[in-house]
């Protein structure tokens, strides 16, 4: 299997984006395609002379997407970029894959664009783990690619969360739950009262609205949402979550008694930490477009990168494009 | 002074509700109007017969409303209740402030309904005071008032919360932000790139579009955003905030260093949770009503009661709906 990997694309490109992608074609006998810089990539590939084997191939490109340009614009004007070759590797099947840190609206306006829509779907989405309190995550779609959505948008955003589910966990049928401001079913915005509706009709596995508490507690295994409402969700998710571990630092720092607790238990706190740092989970997959694009946040490090790739290798192995091709036929 | 107090309203009603109210009355010298049950009134009354005295009267109503009435019927069928009672004191300038811990929808729906709006106001909204890392909290408004917005509803929004912040702070031109999933102007949905275009062209202090991490950095005083994604906001970040102090206390107790680190920690971490403990800042006014309304939270204890009434006396002295009426002379 061959992973194309966007060796410009991200804040700690080309250096951590490598050391994770040559890890990864370590440890999974993959063939790993880097795409960029030549002489940048083959300046950091130096480094990995030594140690175990791995199998890589080098295409150079001349241009950059930075994380300014607009996705509308790198379609026309970046086709030598990095990411635009790294896609156009997957349709052309010289990749199985591709994986990049970069601009995430250049990169799903590219996959988009290059590897075309599965016939059917609407508007592909970003779909994403998140630790609950019980032992598994829950899934979260969309995060971010469709800002205005249509209630079909997000029954199809439930039924290629489900086969994602299905495929990441084994459960035959997923359930669904639709991320709202109450649990009636006539609860929320109007977009919200007719996605409500349409996913009561017709998608098996729906068990109605969720509130962010609920979600938090693996009330149901898919959540779903429009890319505007769910990208919010995500950042505040983020963002309480760094500023309380900001606060709880300056507290514990505050007196000696403080100091000497948090000493004591900061490998406890740190295994918190850990279950809800994002790159152990790696890159998010592009649901609805044909063939596999994995996104990874920006400030990914080698280890998201690692993880990215290993996402990347187990939707291919499992026939993701295939299965949610068969919703639609 | 007097303030109207649902003493019905809430899961801790009326035991928490009367305690609050009763601490308030003796610490404000305000005269505090218990509406509800006389006899379950009277008799949580008999336990403040000793100690400091303080001024207070009944109003008995004989009907509830519960978190399960919905709000369009209550206007029909609950006009003996305690809440509907206790605005209308407020309509009939009985009382100078209303507080509830009841149900958030009927109280909106009777506060509209007995206290009419703001002459200007198209629809009145919900503002919080949130922590963030800086000293000071930052304001958001709405957090679910209204879950369809037009812009026009955003820019009004911004306009009474500003009023708000500096009635509160004293700052002359508070800054406002656009909760948004990106900082340029043509970032979000379409309602808030329109949002944005009526922000800037007539909301003096706008500083354009805020993520959530700035939102928590205090990026701007007052931060708008329509009442769905409102709600979605506050709702994540108190969900996130749960779940993460409930990881916590599991990772901690999951080995000897971690609890002794933990208990050392404790009051540290304490401070933490007290500064994001949303009963410190008691209740929320409903901004663009003609009367002071606040709404409190449905798990409200003693302590928030206290506080809601506190911020009651706070904006009455300070004059918020001749302040508000002011913005649409």
Known sequence: MKVAVDAMGGDYAPHEIIKGAVEAAREFGITVVFVGDEVAINLELSQYRE???????????TQVITFHDHPSEVLRTRKDSSLYRAIQLVAENKCQAIVSAGNTGAQMAISLFVLGRIRGVLRPGLITAIPSISDGPF???????????VPENILQFARMGQVYYRLVTGKETPTVGLLNIGEEAEKGSRQ????????????PGFIGNIEPKEAF??????????GFTGNIFIKT?????????GMMKTALGSSIKGKVG??????????VKEKLDYSQYGGVPMLGVKGISIVCHGRSDATAIYHAIRVARNVSDEGLVTKLEALWK
């Open 217 to 226: 507690r693996h009330a149901a295994d898919v959540v779903v949402s429009d």
């Open 192 to 203: 919200m009262i007719e996605a409500h509706k349409l996913l009561a009709a017709r998608s």
């Open 51 to 61: 140690g175990q084997p791995f199998s890589y191939e080098v295409v150079p490109t």
């Open 237 to 245: 998710m983020e963002s309480t979550a760094e500023t309380l571990f």
């Open 139 to 149: 899934y979260f779609i969309d995060i971010g690619a469709v800002a205005d959505c």
């Open 262 to 271: 948090g000493v004591l238990a900061h490998s406890n706190l740190r295994l």
